[in-house]
């Protein structure tokens, strides 16, 4: 079965990530990077939760939006599935919707949001996943 979409596409993106992936072939895309898996977080799993929310505050600022006009936010994890990502978009007070599909949480996700933005249910939406290791 194919899908296509006339009115769905991504406007902006925003990335987080460590150390290695920063001084890697792809270091030049990342917003932002950390030296210290843990943050300076008691756990690694609230590293990994601010990982999460950092990266929709980069993503609005980036959009020049708050939070107030984003419409749906979906999204997953790896750790815990999807405890990092209901965490992560608790201060945000958007509609959150999370999926468990693990490695493929994020094409889900984007799936899911194409669907809501094409069928005109809502006009802005943020896609997210997260993967953070020690």
């Known amino acids: ?15 987080i990530s460590g150390h290695l992936e920063k001084e890697g072939n792809y270091g030049n895309y990342f917003d932002k990077s950390y030296k210290d898996y843990y943050m300076n ?9 601010k990982l999460f929310s950092e990266s929709i505050d980069i993503l609005l600022k980036k959009l020049n939006k708050e939070s ?8 997953g994890d790896l750790s815990n599935q999807i405890s990092v990502s209901s ?7 958007i ?7 693990a490695c493929a949480s994020f094409n889900e996700a984007l ?4 669907n809501f933005l094409e069928s005109k249910k809502i006009k802005n939406g ?4 997260s993967s953070h290791t020690e």
């Not at 977080?41 to 939760?49: D, G, I, L, Y």
């Not at 965490?87 to 007070?93: A, Q, T």
Request: charged share 15%; hydrophobic share 35%.
């Open 1 to 15: 079965m194919t899908f296509n979409y006339s009115n769905v596409y991504l406007n902006e993106t925003s990335t």
């Open 41 to 49: 977080e008691k756990s690694f799993e609230k590293a990994e939760v």
């Open 68 to 75: 107030k006009d984003i419409n749906l936010l979906i999204g």
């Open 87 to 93: 965490y992560g978009s608790l201060k945000y007070n």
């Open 95 to 101: 509609p959150f919707l999370g999926v468990y599909s």
């Open 111 to 114: 799936i899911i949001m194409s």
């Open 126 to 129: 943020i896609c997210l996943t």
